[in-house]
């Protein structure tokens, strides 16, 4: 595994959890950990072959990072009932995202 890969799973795990601070304070474990739930979209990356490349964008690559799917993540986090979850992936997409620049 490179130090590229491993960064990315931190990133992955201190953004929500520093998101659930700032905004969820009350609830902010369970929030963190909802959010956390976001990491599971990478499970796409099973499906490509290599798994992990370092040199290909996640977004517009895999099934669950494409541009179609990107709106209804936008939407998940704008109803109080799925926000969390919808926030989750919306910081996992932006930080995918940003690793592509
Ligand atoms: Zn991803």
Redesign the pocket.
């Known amino acids: 595994m490179n130090s590229g890969f491993i960064w990315h799973i931190v990133l992955h795990l201190v953004v929500p959890m520093i998101i659930a601070w700032l905004f969820f304070r009350p609830g902010f474990k369970r929030a963190a950990l909802i959010m956390f739930a976001g990491i599971l ?2 499970l796409d990356h099973l499906l490509a072959d290599p798994i992990v490349d370092p040199d290909r964008c ?1 977004v517009g690559f895999h099934p669950l ?1 494409s541009y179609y799917v990107i709106p209804l993540y936008l939407l998940l986090s704008v109803f109080p009932k799925t926000r969390l979850i919808g926030l989750g992936l919306v910081i ?1 997409i932006l930080l ?1 995202w940003l690793a592509c620049l």
Request: hydrophobic fraction near 15%.
């Open positions: 979209i990478d996640s990072h996992h995918d």
